[in-house]
């Protein structure tokens, strides 16, 4: 399996597949993200998404009010599931993965603290 990694930051594109992996890198941060939004637009039409969240520790502590959206883009999640998956140590409400199974669906990641992901629809 390819491990491709994508900057996050802004709008990043992703291509289902059975044999990618894709890991979102922290860009590099001088000040606080202040409600930046990154959407990640899953393509689920050729295959599974699996989408690694960046570990929050290379934000240097500037990630208050980041926002880290998965989108379904093609609808077809229910038939190849989106994973999210946390770095590190790092834990999404105490889990290491989130799927997302449901066609069109979209969930909202932001960090609780260092180390602990949030989630909501």
């Known amino acids: 399996?390819?491990?491709v990694e994508k900057l996050c930051?802004?709008?990043v594109s992703v291509t289902?597949?059975?044999?990618?992996?894709?890991?979102?890198?922290?860009?590099?941060l001088t000040a606080n993200?202040?409600?930046s939004d990154v959407r990640i637009l899953c393509a689920t039409e050729f295959g599974v998404c699996d989408v690694t969240l960046p570990e929050i520790s290379t934000?240097?502590?500037l990630w208050q009010g980041l926002r880290i959206m998965v989108?379904?883009?093609d609808g077809d999640a229910a038939t190849s599931n989106i994973t999210v998956r946390s770095a590190g140590t790092d834990v999404i409400e105490g889990a290491v993965t989130e799927?997302?199974?449901?066609?069109?669906?979209c969930l909202i990641f932001r960090v609780a603290t260092d180390g602990k992901w949030e989630r909501s629809a």
């Open 71 to 73: 989108v379904d883009v």
């Open 16 to 28: 289902g597949s059975a044999s990618d992996t894709y890991t979102l890198t922290a860009s590099p």
């Open 1 to 3: 399996m390819a491990v």
């Open 99 to 105: 799927v997302i199974n449901t066609d069109s669906k």
């Open 33 to 35: 993200l202040q409600q």
């Open 59 to 61: 934000f240097n502590g």
């Open 9 to 11: 930051l802004g709008q």
